[in-house]
């Protein structure tokens, strides 16, 4: 039971054109979510987080999207960059389970100089 | 100062061989995420540490794994008998406390290989 997917397993786009990636969950308890990002052979870092009390949240280059009566969320990165090229997972908590996080599958951004 | 680190780096092991699993948190951190992602798979949640305790097990595949922590510090994860389905990716996170903004950092994880 995958209660956060990512649909995309790989994204490609031009170098200062925008990214966009997308999450969907099934658990409305989830009231945190989170976007990480991986290079190969080291562990994840944190991108940037939104609460379920807000629709939005921007951070420089990244822009989180939250869409909780469609359970979605989306993160834009803009312009892209080379170096943004890694695994970018969504995840998902909620405080009554510890803040554990439930990640999705991730989504493979490569961005062409 | 210093991230969250993990030993060994790379672990192979035969089928049915115990094997013990290393996380040194951030100093400071209280709560401790044991979590392992198989080839082309998200991560998946085994077990978290508040302080010494753990309130939640329920990712742990298994009676055949175990996680201790002691001085609120270092955590172990213990995996006996290990089989081939265990082979994965074993990452470690800690968090100054519970609660958003507590972001989790990551160690860099330690490959299990089981043949």
């Known amino acids: 039971d995958q209660q956060v997917k990512q649909n995309s397993p790989s994204l490609s786009v031009q170098e200062g054109r925008i990214s966009i990636l997308n999450c969907d969950y099934t658990?409305?308890?989830?009231?945190?979510f989170l976007w990480y990002k991986k290079y190969p052979a080291e562990g994840p870092t944190f991108l940037i987080s939104i609460s379920s009390i807000k629709d939005k949240n921007e951070d420089g280059r990244f822009t989180v999207f939250l869409n909780k009566s469609a359970k979605h969320l989306s993160l834009h990165i803009v312009p892209s960059q080379p170096g943004d090229s890694a695994v970018y997972f969504c995840a998902a908590s909620y405080k009554a389970a510890g803040n554990k996080l439930t990640f999705g599958g991730g989504t493979r951004v490569l961005v062409k100089p | 100062g210093a991230g969250v680190s993990q030993s060994p780096s790379n672990k192979v092991t035969e089928k049915g061989k115990d094997v013990e699993l290393r996380c040194d948190p951030i100093s400071g951190h209280t709560a401790l995420y044991w979590y392992r992602q198989r080839l082309g798979q998200g991560l998946e949640f085994l077990i978290y540490f508040q302080g010494n305790s753990a309130p939640d097990k329920s990712g742990l595949p298994s009676d055949r794994f175990s996680a201790e922590r002691t001085g609120e510090s270092v955590s172990t994860l213990t995996i006996q008998r290990t089989q081939q389905e265990d082979s994965a990716v074993y990452l470690c996170?800690?968090?100054?406390?519970?609660?958003?903004?507590?972001?989790?950092?990551f160690g860099p994880g330690t490959r299990l290989t089981v043949l």
């Open positions: 658990n409305s308890m989830f009231d945190y």
């Open positions: 996170a800690s968090s100054l406390g519970l609660g958003p903004g507590n972001e989790q950092f």
